[in-house]
């Protein structure tokens, strides 16, 4: 096994599935049993996910909403889809953990990053909602953040492509897949990882990002082992 503690990042949109909106059942419980192999193989597991199946302070700012108020709704939305993939991991015989950035009453615990570690530790899956807690930030930065406080080995980001393309694949037939790149040749190709707040964050920390198609079965359990697939991003 070659990494012993993942974060995990998934976007908000992967769990629409084939709807336009929303939570797809199936897509939901197909995450979770991809989650639960690696859980089985020993792995520590940290999540974030988005909330852009439900609503995005960015496109609500853009649309003449307030930009803090937008920002809080969109944390709102990870917080929404963290308890469902809680749910769903506690239905196929994962425990899991939901800490928040901010306080949310009955819902979840505050995020510390001793009480994160202690979870991980006890073989539980940590989910970590409400971004970093403050507006301005993403989930991409919300997700470095944690990533580099739980000390995971990796930040997986869960995608629906294969990798990182010279080129948007879904644009360009042409487009080929870089196989590994080092934070310094991202920048200097200008590729678009993730936001570059986020993507410092994890180059300063040495944390590696490996970018992968999550939604292929069985792709988490073979990044986990050790097999070459996706992009990996490293010092």
Do not use: H, W
């Amino acid at each position: 096994m070659k990494y012993k503690r993942i974060l995990l990042k998934l976007s908000g949109e992967a769990l629409m599935g084939d709807k336009q909106y929303g939570i797809d059942p199936t897509r939901l419980n197909n995450y979770a049993k991809e989650i639960k192999e690696v859980v089985d193989l020993g792995t520590q597991v940290g999540i974030v996910i988005g909330g852009g199946n439900i609503f995005r302070g960015l496109q609500g700012s853009a649309e003449g909403m307030d930009r803090v108020q937008g920002d809080y709704m969109g944390m709102m939305a990870t917080i929404i889809n963290s308890m469902a993939i809680q749910s769903e991991l506690e239905k196929v015989g994962v425990g899991a953990v939901l800490l928040t950035g901010f306080q949310i009453g009955p819902v979840s615990e505050l995020m510390s990053r001793r009480r994160a570690i202690t979870c991980l530790n006890e073989g539980k899956v940590v989910i970590i909602g409400g971004g970093t807690g403050n507006p301005y930030f993403t989930t991409d930065t919300a997700s470095a953040l944690r990533g580099i406080e739980i000390e995971a080995d990796v930040y997986l980001k869960g995608t629906r492509v294969d990798g990182v393309y010279t080129a948007d694949p879904e644009k360009d037939s042409s487009a080929t897949k870089y196989k590994s790149l080092t934070f310094a040749e991202a920048y200097e190709k200008k590729l678009k990882i993730m936001d570059l707040t986020a993507f410092t964050m994890c180059q300063e920390n040495n944390l590696s990002i490996l970018v992968f198609d999550m939604n292929q079965k069985g792709n988490l359990k073979k990044v986990v082992e050790g097999e070459e697939i996706g992009t990996l991003i490293k010092n």
